[in-house]
């Protein structure tokens, strides 16, 4: 279970939610993630472009790693990561906020960084796909630093 600061939403893994729990409880487990990826539109030859798309999938389980000094590789002391195992859903890089936002699939999981997690969604049965319910508006956004122009600073 996880929670996001500044009194915002209550996320629980899928995996610590038994089967009576999850038929009695709200799921609060689907949620919204942003992440950079590449954009290849300006041309073959040109360098590409990150650029944040939204993502919507269900937390598996979180995943506390720490990395253990390692000066050749810039890690001077111990640090601890928070990872999240998210299975996927297939929105065609859809914001539910903006648009009507459906999936019927899932895709393979993926590990993520917690941070990028920005908030619980609902979703809505109609027949065989699911709406998401992003109710987040422009309040809960990941934000990308620069590590370069952090270090400038």
Known sequence: KVRIANGGDKIRAACAVSQAQAETTRDSSFVRYTLLVQNHRRGRDSE??????IFYGQLESIIDVVLPRAPRINIAMP????????????????????????????????????RTVECVVGRVRRGNEWGIVDRSGDYARTVFVDPV?????
């Open 48 to 53: 590409p472009e990150q650029i944040r798309q």
């Open 79 to 114: 640090k601890r990561h928070l990872l999240a195992l998210v299975m996927p859903c297939s929105t065609g890089g859809r914001g539910a906020t903006k648009v009507v936002t459906t999936y019927s699939l899932t895709t393979a999981p993926i590990v993520i960084d917690l």
């Open 149 to 153: 122009q952090q270090e400038e600073q």
